[in-house]
């Protein structure tokens, strides 16, 4: 017996974002600069929703930039 392989029917990209997957097998990879996640067709749909929602506006922005503290050396002494 001989096994279908998988193609990729989903190819798109923008800037360092690319999603590849298959909508047969339900299995996309989402990559974001240097790392990459491997997702379902739910999880995927979730996380897209999730972005959809979720909009840059004057009123986030300062919430957003006082949201993330800059990068600083662990302060915890080591034992």
Do not use: W
């Not at 690319?18 to 047969?24: I, P």
């Amino acid at each position: 017996m001989i096994k279908e392989m998988c193609t990729t029917d989903i190819n798109t990209e923008l800037g360092v974002c690319a999603l590849t997957g298959c909508k047969k097998c339900n299995v996309f990879m989402l990559t974001i600069g240097p790392m990459s996640f491997r997702l379902d067709g739910l999880t995927l749909n979730e996380l897209i929703t999730m972005l959809r929602e979720f909009k840059i506006s004057e009123q986030y922005e300062e919430s957003l930039v006082n949201s993330f503290s800059p990068y600083s050396n662990n302060l915890i002494e080591k034992h």
